[in-house]
């Protein structure tokens, strides 16, 4: 006699493993009604007998439980009694956490406030003549973009203290802007060391002939 089972999906792996030893594998088939199943052929000599029975599919999570097998003499068929339901730990996913986002600096409407902005950003190392000459050229940048376009580069030649041929920690501006007035600004204090921070102090009138942009 037979077991009927309908798992879904129909073609999931179904087996039977029994408490005598024994291990029958379902065969998918119709039932007498035409409903499509799987059947295992089960020994007459088992009756209230314990059993596993397991269905597993690639794309699904395993059913896996005991039960008892029971003989129903009036319709001739084997019922699984499901028995000991055990209940499966749940699956713990750990999600990183989302990276902390650089924050926008506000926008700043005074040089100094251009300047700070573009120093916390974190990516210039005063303490070095590079991390300053490059602080110098993303702040003549910002300053030309955003304040003024008479904001540039003050020149530097041969043997002058310079970066990529500008001076290191000083530019100027051509024509008054507002409440600033023309001329060169020193922008880094105790520049290419320990103790270099941001500023904006006026050093003398500009140099037109010195004056150029983009670096």
């Given amino acids: 006699m037979y077991l009927t089972i309908y798992p879904n999906p129909i073609d999931s792996n179904c087996v039977l493993h029994h408490d005598a030893g024994w291990i029958v594998k379902g065969v998918i088939g119709s039932d007498a009604n035409g409903r499509e199943c799987q059947t295992f052929n089960v020994p007459d000599t088992t009756n ?78 005063l303490s070095t003549h590079d991390g300053c000459g490059q602080f110098l050229e993303a702040c003549v940048t910002a300053l030309h973009d955003e304040m003024s376009k008479n904001y540039g580069h003050l020149r530097k030649t041969g043997s002058q203290n310079q970066y990529n041929g500008h001076a290191v920690d000083a530019l100027q501006l051509l024509v008054r802007d507002g409440e600033t007035k023309a001329g060169v600004y020193d922008i880094i204090l105790s520049s290419e060391s320990p103790d270099a921070k941001p500023a904006f102090n006026y ?11 983009p670096a």
């Fill in 48 to 125: 209230m007998w314990g059993c596993i029975l397991q269905i597993t599919h690639p794309d699904k999570v395993t059913f896996n439980n005991r039960g008892l097998l029971a003989y129903d003499s009036i319709n001739s068929r084997w019922l699984f009694y499901l028995d000991d339901v055990t209940l499966a730990d749940p699956v713990i996913v750990e999600v990183p956490a989302p990276p902390t986002p650089v924050p926008t600096p506000p926008h700043a409407d005074t040089p100094i406030g251009v300047i700070n902005s573009v120093y916390h950003t974190g990516l210039y190392d």
């Fill in 203 to 213: 050093v003398g009138e500009p140099r037109p002939d010195l004056w150029y942009y």
